[in-house]
C-alpha cells in the first residue's frame, strides 16, 4: 500500500495505471520537444502527409487499449493475489529485483519478436490486423501503442501478463517495471534523435532502428521489440543501418546499400 495526500493506494493500483499515466506524460514531452527539427528523423510535413490516420484516431485507438490493459491487469492481479498486508510482506533484495527485471525483459521481448514477426508472415493478419499500427509510416511518440485491439491484446497484454508471472515480480516491482517498459516504447516511437539520451545509450534498440522497420524496406526487418535486438541477429532479421545528418537539417535512419536494393 501508498499513501497519496493521505489516501491509501493499492500496488496493484498504481501497477495498473501507473503505466498508463507515465505513457501519456512522457508521450507529452516529446510533443512539446517536436519542434526541434534539427533531431527529427522525419520532417514534421512527412509526419502530416505520409501517416495515413488521423492523430485524433491514434489517441482514440491508443486509450481502447490501454482500458483493455487496465480490464487484464486487474483481473491478474485479482487472481495471484494481493499486497495488502504488508506486515508480513518481505523487503526484496536489489539482486532479485534485478533478476526479475532481467527475465521479465527477456520474456517480453521474445514473445513480442515472435508475435510481431508472425504478424508480419501470416498475410491475413497483417492485411486486417498488424497493418493498422503501420498506418504511421513516420512514428511519433503517443501512436507508440496505436494498434488493432487484438494486436494490442495479444501482443502488449498478454506479452506483459507473461512477463510478470514468469518473472515473479511482486505487484510493486510491477509499478516500476511496467511503467519502464511504457518509457522504453514511448521512447522507441518519438521520432527524434536526441543527444544525451540513455535510451539510445544503453539500448541498440532504439528509435532509428525502429524507425527503420516501419519504412517500406524495413517491413521484414527489426522486429525486436522493446529493449533488445537479440533475436533479430540470432533470426536473421536484424538491418544494419546507419544514422545520417540531412542537409536541412534533422536525421535519417539509412539501411545499409544491400538491404535497401532488396
Known amino acids: 500500500m ?8 493499492s500496488d496493484e493500483l498504481l501497477g495498473t495505471f501507473a503505466p498508463i499515466i507515465v505513457y501519456w506524460i512522457y508521450s507529452g514531452i516529446y510533443v512539446l520537444l517536436g519542434s526541434l527539427d534539427d533531431y527529427r528523423l522525419h520532417t514534421r510535413k512527412d509526419e502530416d502527409e505520409k501517416n495515413l490516420v488521423s492523430k485524433n484516431d491514434v489517441v ?14 486487474s483481473l491478474l492481479f485479482a487472481i495471484t493475489g494481493s499486497d495488502s498486508d504488508p506486515v508480513d510482506a518481505q523487503p526484496t533484495s536489489l539482486i532479485v529485483l534485478a533478476r526479475q527485471f532481467l527475465v521479465g525483459m527477456m520474456v517480453l521481448d521474445t514473445w513480442q519478436y515472435f508475435m510481431h514477426r508472425y504478424m508480419h508472415q501470416n498475410k491475413f ?59 522504453k516504447t514511448v ?18 534498440n532504439n528509435s532509428a532502428y525502429h524507425d527503420i522497420h516501419h519504412q517500406l524496406y524495413g517491413n521484414k526487418y527489426n522486429f525486436s521489440q522493446p529493449f533488445f535486438v537479440m533475436w533479430d541477429r540470432i533470426l536473421g532479421t ?17 539501411p545499409s546499400k544491400e538491404y535497401k536494393e532488396e
Not at 488493432?148 to 506479452?159: F, K, N, R
Not at 536526441?194 to 541498440?204: A, D, E, I, Q, V
Not at 536484424?238 to 539509412?254: H, Q, T, W
Open 2 to 9: 501508498e499513501m497519496i495526500n493521505g489516501v491509501t493506494v
Open 60 to 73: 482514440k485507438g491508443v486509450l481502447l487499449q490501454q482500458a483493455v490493459q487496465a480490464v487484464v491487469a
Open 125 to 183: 493478419l497483417y492485411k486486417h490486423i498488424h497493418s493498422q499500427h503501420h498506418r504511421l509510416v513516420v512514428p511519433y511518440a503517443y501512436g507508440a501503442l496505436y494498434n488493432h485491439p487484438i494486436e494490442g491484446l495479444l501482443l502488449d497484454t498478454v506479452g506483459g501478463a507473461l512477463s510478470f508471472l514468469v518473472s515473479g515480480m511482486s505487484p510493486r516491482a510491477s509499478i516500476f517495471f511496467f511503467s519502464f517498459a511504457t518509457l
Open 187 to 204: 521512447d522507441d516511437h518519438c521520432g527524434l534523435w536526441l543527444p544525451g539520451n540513455l535510451f539510445h545509450l544503453l539500448f541498440r
Open 238 to 254: 536484424y538491418m544494419p543501418y546507419s544514422l545520417e545528418k540531412n542537409v536541412d537539417g534533422g536525421f535519417e535512419a539509412r
